[in-house]
């Protein structure tokens, strides 16, 4: 399963990864908190969606992403 930026608010097109949770082969719980994310304004943690364990880490601290962008998957 994909983990994507959701929409965190209204008129947030993009948010900077700050602070991964997990490291890839970790098993997660479905709403776990996986990575923080932070605008010009706040700052968010983003949950699994799903149990199972992280794979496939696409972006790392400092990377500036879209909303609706994959940036790791739990399998």
Request: cysteine-free; aromatic content about 2%.
């Amino acid at each position: 399963m994909d983990i994507k930026i959701p929409v965190l608010a209204e008129g947030i097109e993009e948010v900077i990864i700050t602070l991964w949770h997990v490291k890839e082969g970790q098993s997660v719980s479905k709403d776990s908190d996986v990575v923080e994310v932070a605008t010009d304004k706040a700052t968010f943690n983003i949950p699994s969606p799903a149990d199972g364990v992280i794979s496939n880490i696409l972006h790392t601290e400092g990377d500036t992403v879209k909303v609706g962008e994959k940036i790791a998957e739990v399998i």
